[in-house]
């Protein structure tokens, strides 16, 4: 079955519905706004837009930003690409695969409409020419927009009083606006670790604000030069998470007083305030911290209780005088181009991508954050299943089944991401990338891989990245695949597998007594 796709948004997450679709053998046209691919990784962003920071370097592996149909090159060690490394692989992808041919720059897409016989009219505009409209008809829509595009501004206490500058971290290219700045940062993330840490080199003063102690991860943990994505695996994944967060608690503490460095106690001291470490966003960066360790960042948890003509009033007492506020709180989510229905949360989809009343005919893809791994992986899922379904090979649950699965999947994300109610994105990358591979048909596990025992350790307790999925399945790819998945050693050692699976088996145990918290039903 042949169908008329349009993708909106030539980021990383239309780029790879692109890639999948032209698979499956459908016509597809992209209407990109920018004039180059990337999304926010683009080269052309402009000052007002947002866009990756002159320094950004990524959060996760190369491995796992990357597809699994087109692995870093050969023998590349597993490292943190800078933005213009992961703005060159995205280029190379769409030149792999030969995707620039159906991509329409400077395009604006003002409205997503049903037509009453069937299929959607896509209104769009040149970004030059806003008054020239014209309309399109396709068979089915990718949103593939992003989730980091309007920046949310949120309303601080007394800001009208305040007669300094506001900024939001979605504008933020580099320190230098900041030199001599007397620097409210308020919020953190991963971006904004970096962002307060530059700020905190250069200014006069800088004082971070938080309402939690959000959980840290450190770049490579321990020091041991293993990425932090490396220890996405099924190993640490059996672990259930009641074990796994009183373990975290105890090397926390343990962390405080004897880690090998300043910087590495006080990630133990921030995170042994966070009584809930797994149940929150894990800020994969912890550089922010070394501002903390050297005395040039104050940290209020307090919260702020007003802003004054030329200070910030915290609700502990403490007074701090700043004239400038930098915002690093996130981004909203606006669906205002689809007008048949409404999206208020993305737990309301299925997979965080189809709602029911619009099935497979309209599809959102890149709204699934994962607290651990990546957001491109899981971008693929999507796109391979979506892909799957317009071609016919897949079908999508009945109704009754398919609201059944959204309930319990967002009752799930819920519950364990009770520590960031409002980021409706997020999702637990192991069960997501599992349950979705059940769902394609790719997953690796299937008694083949018995069969080579090399493989199956490494799947076992290796990371869990995207290329473990196209060993097989639709469109598999065995034999680079597997080159790619062994390629990368374990961050496991012998006596931490044998632990851990200790502790597995320990809590398990525990649980069916009645004497441990099971894991919520994914």
Known sequence: MRRNVCVIGAGPSGLVALKELLDEGQSVTCFERGSEIGGVFRAGVGPDEAGAYDSTMLTISNYMMTFSSFPPPENQERRYWSAGEYRQ??????????????????????????????????????????????????????????????????????QEEFAGEIVHSAHYRNSERFRGKRVLCVGIGETAADVVNEIAQVSESCTLSVRRYQSVVERYPGGRGHTNDAYTSHLLHSVPLAAATAVMRFGMKRNKTQGKTGAARAVGEWNSKNRNFFNHFLTKN????????????????????????????????????????????????????????????????????????????????????????????????????????????????????????????????????????????????NHYMIDFAKVIGCSPWRPAVFLNPRLAQRLWCGSQMP????????????????????SLPSAFRAPEILATLAVSGASRVLIAMGLMKPDPLY
């Open 89 to 158: 692989y995205l280029i190379d992808f769409v030149d792999k695969f030969k995707l620039g041919s159906v991509i329409r720059y400077r395009t604006d897409v003002l409205g997503i409409s049903k037509n009453e016989s069937g299929g959607y009219a896509v209104e769009v505009s040149p970004a030059d020419a806003p008054e020239e409209r014209v309309t399109h008809q396709f068979d089915a829509v990718v949103i593939s927009t992003g989730t980091h595009r309007v920046p949310n501004f949120i309303d601080l206490p007394g």
């Open 286 to 429: 912890e550089s922010f911290i070394h501002r903390v360790v050297d005395g040039t960042l104050t940290v209020n948890a307090s919260g702020i209780e007003r802003l004054g003509e030329d200070y910030v009033l915290f609700k502990d007492g403490h007074r701090e005088t700043i004239d400038t506020v930098m915002l690093n709180t996130g981004y909203t989510e606006d669906f205002s181009i689809l007008k048949d229905a409404n999206i208020s949360d993305v737990r309301r989809l299925y997979k965080h991508m189809i709602h029911p009343d619009l099935g497979a005919d309209v599809v959102f893809i890149g709204w699934a954050r994962p607290a651990a791994g990546g957001v491109p992986a899981c971008s693929e899922m999507q796109s391979r299943y979506f892909a799957l379904l317009c071609s016919g090979k897949k079908q999508l649950p009945d109704r009754v089944r398919l609201q059944g699965l959204i309930e319990r999947q967002a009752a799930y994300e819920n519950e364990v991401f009770h520590g960031n109610p409002g980021l409706r994105t997020l999702v637990h990358y």
């Open 467 to 486: 290329h473990v999925y196209r060993l097989y399945g639709p469109h598999s790819d065995r034999r680079a695949a597997r080159r790619t998945v062994m």
